[in-house]
C-alpha cells in the first residue's frame, strides 16, 4: 500500500490560531499543522527527512523559509499562500536563486489547495533529473558544492517522491505537450503509426506458444506509451478494427476462414483492461 504524502502547512507563531486546516484526504494525505516560531533553518533541520511538500503563508516564506531553504540547498516542491484571487495553483519562475517548484495559490480558494500541491509535486517531478555521466566525467574541481549538493537532494526527493506516489507519480510525469491532440499533423501521424506497429506485435504475439514474458512486456510498452500520450480507449478500438480489417483482407485472397479473427477480441480485451487500469489508479481525484 502507497504511504500518503507528509504535508507540512507552515505559519508564523503569532498566525498559528487563525490559519484555517487544509482538509486533505487523510488516505493520500498527513498534513502536519506548525507553527515556525524561532529559526526556520532549525525547524528544516530537525527533520528525520525532508517534507514531501511545504504549504506556507506568504510572508512565512519570503522571511523564513525560502532563505532557510537556501542556505540547507533543500530542494522542495511549495506552495505559497497568497491573498491574489487569481493565484490558483499558478506556477511561478524559479527566482532569487531557489532552484525548486513554487506554486501560488490564493487562500480564498483553499478547498482547492490539493490541486495546487499536485501542480507543484508535478513541476518538481518534471525538473531535469542529474546528469550522473556528465557529473562523473568532469573533474571534481570544477563541479561546485552547490550543483552537486542540489543534484543529489533534487534525485533523493523525485526517487522518494516517484516511490510514495507509486502509479500517480507516472501521471504527475506526463507532459501535455506530447499528448497526440496536442502534437502537429505530421507528429500525430508517426505517433499513431508507432501505436499500430507496436499493437500489430500485440496480436501476433498473443497466441504464440512462447509468447509470456515477451508478451507482457509488449503490453507495457504500449499502454505506458499510449498513457504518456493520453491516448483514449475509442482510439485503441480503431487500431485494433483496422488492423482487424487488414487481416480479414488477407485471409480472404488465401482462401481462408476470418472466424479466428474474433479470437483476437481477447487481445483488444487485454489491452485496454490494462489501460484503464493504469488510468484509474494513476489520476487524481477532484477535490
Not at 13 to 23: E, F, K, R, S
Not at 92 to 107: A, C, E, M, R, W
Not at 204 to 223: G, P, R
Request: aromatic fraction near 6%.
Amino acid at each position: 500500500m502507497v504511504s500518503p504524502l507528509q504535508i507540512y502547512r507552515l505559519t508564523h507563531g503569532d498566525q498559528d490560531q487563525q490559519a484555517p486546516d487544509l482538509n486533505l484526504d487523510p488516505s493520500r494525505y498527513v498534513v502536519h499543522p506548525t507553527a515556525l516560531i524561532g529559526d526556520a533553518l532549525d525547524w528544516l533541520q530537525s527533520r528525520p527527512e525532508p517534507p514531501d511538500c511545504l504549504v506556507v503563508d506568504e510572508q512565512a516564506w519570503q522571511d523564513a523559509l525560502r532563505p532557510a531553504l537556501q542556505e540547507l540547498k533543500l530542494v522542495l516542491p511549495v506552495v505559497v499562500l497568497v491573498t491574489d484571487p487569481e493565484a490558483i495553483a499558478r506556477p511561478v519562475p524559479q527566482s532569487d536563486h531557489y532552484p525548486g517548484t513554487v506554486v501560488h495559490h490564493s487562500l480564498g480558494a483553499l478547498p482547492q489547495v490539493e490541486r495546487a500541491i499536485q501542480a507543484a509535486i508535478q513541476e518538481f517531478l518534471r525538473l531535469p533529473e542529474p546528469d550522473s555521466a556528465a557529473s562523473n566525467a568532469a573533474p571534481a574541481d570544477q563541479v561546485s558544492p552547490l550543483a552537486a549538493s542540489l543534484s543529489n537532494q533534487q534525485h533523493q526527493l523525485t526517487e522518494k517522491l516517484k516511490a510514495r506516489l507509486g502509479y500517480l507519480g507516472v501521471y504527475y510525469k506526463r507532459n501535455p505537450s506530447q499528448f497526440l491532440r496536442h502534437l502537429s499533423r505530421e507528429d500525430r501521424q508517426t505517433l499513431l503509426a508507432q501505436l499500430k506497429s507496436d499493437y500489430r506485435k500485440i496480436v501476433l504475439a498473443y497466441f504464440a506458444t512462447n509468447h509470456n514474458l515477451n508478451l507482457n512486456q509488449l503490453i507495457d510498452d504500449f499502454v505506458d506509451q499510449a498513457f504518456m500520450s493520453d491516448i483514449s480507449v475509442a482510439q485503441i478500438v480503431e487500431i485494433h478494427m483496422e488492423l482487424m480489417d487488414s487481416f480479414s483482407k488477407q485471409l480472404k485472397l488465401e482462401g481462408r476462414s476470418e472466424e479466428i479473427l474474433l479470437d483476437y477480441r481477447l487481445t483488444l480485451i487485454d489491452v485496454i483492461a490494462h489501460l484503464c487500469e493504469m488510468y484509474r489508479r494513476s489520476i487524481p481525484r477532484e477535490s
